[in-house]
């Protein structure tokens, strides 16, 4: 009787110590595995800037999806105005608002992305349309119909780099603010001539999203 018992004993004891070894073995295994923090995000930027000289403000508007904290991948739009002198001989006012939008592949490295305050280089590689409003007596800017045989419109193709700092306030919200250059192909518009829209600009903007979904889970010692 007593050998059965010292037995049992024997064996509960060994079963214990084996399971509590499989639960450490898994415990570190979870928590040093090399998975990637993902996260998505729609971020809005007001922005203000130059367009050939005058006084420009510009909106954009992303997608994106972000891996580990240290790169984005996504998509990017952004309309512009801006009030430019009147060169052409069909508008009867002194200026003509210049507008359009543009947009394409946004991509972004990002450096520090664990830490509250963040780098990042976001470019902007696409294409845009522009046109021209006229403006009224009232001061608004209204559309014209032009009596010629072309558009009233022209396309073109832009890359936009820039230097963002990023501030992650939560898991859920980032704050941006950084400077762009926009290098912009030539446009040729009927009755204005031929422009473009390169130029630098400044923006403020908010990112709502979530920026570390199946993040690594830390573990406390008991001891």
């Known amino acids: 009787m007593k050998k059965l018992i010292t037995a049992v004993f024997i064996l509960f004891i060994f079963n214990t110590l084996t399971a509590q070894t499989d639960e450490t073995n898994d415990y570190f295994e979870f928590d040093d595995r090399k998975n990637i923090v993902h996260g998505v995000y729609l971020g809005f930027t007001p922005q203000f800037g130059r367009i050939s000289g005058e006084d420009a403000a510009l909106i ?55 830490r509250f305050v963040s780098i990042s280089f976001p470019l902007m590689i696409g294409g845009g349309v522009a046109t021209l409003l006229e403006k009224k007596a009232d001061g608004e800017f209204d559309e014209t119909s032009l009596e010629n045989d072309t558009n009233d419109y022209d396309s073109f193709l832009i890359a936009e780099p820039g230097v963002n700092i990023l501030y992650n306030i939560s898991r859920f919200i980032q704050i941006e603010t950084g400077v762009r250059y926009r290098i912009s192909e030539s446009f040729r518009l009927p009755f204005y001539g031929r422009d473009n829209i390169k130029g630098f600009s400044v923006g403020l903007g908010l990112k709502i999203g979530i920026f570390n979904m199946g993040r690594k889970k830390k573990i406390k010692d008991k001891f």
Do not use: M
């Not at 999806?65 to 002194?94: C, H, L």
């Not at 003509?96 to 990002?110: N, Q, R, S, T, W």
């Open 60 to 114: 954009n508007l992303k997608l994106a999806y972000v891996a580990n904290r240290k790169f984005e991948i996504g998509i990017s739009t952004s309309v512009f105005f801006s009030a430019q002198p009147n060169n052409t001989n069909v508008y009867a006012r002194d200026e003509v608002l210049l507008v359009g939008a543009y947009g394409g592949l946004h991509i972004e490295p990002i450096l520090f992305g664990n």
